[in-house]
């Protein structure tokens, strides 16, 4: 399961933007080309967290596509596919842009007593 390895270097910038807050959601950018599975990132990100601040944090996923461009007929498309192929000739070789990102885009807090807190710390 390739989602571990993400989860614990997002896990890494969560703890230090957190400072020692409880952490109650994230939200992460992922590019298409990860092939990413959200709910395994979800077990994943469980299993890494436990026990630090993040422990029990729901994650929200945001697919990025990617945009690429056709070889073969220049046609420019976008795909959220892990493996795209031109949707006018069905050539698989293309010039891909972006789709390869790993970002953590917002982290929302909860108080102490449990409830989710608003401040959403986003950049
Ligand atoms: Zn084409």
Redesign the pocket.
Known sequence: MHEFGYCEGVLDVIERRAGGRRVAAVGVRVGALHRVVPAAFQQSFHLVAAGGVADGAVTVLTTVPARAT?S??G?PFESVDSMPA?P??A?VVLDLEGGDELVLEWVEYSADGGDPDVSRDSR
């Open positions: 056709c073969a007929c046609t031109c006018s000739c050539n």
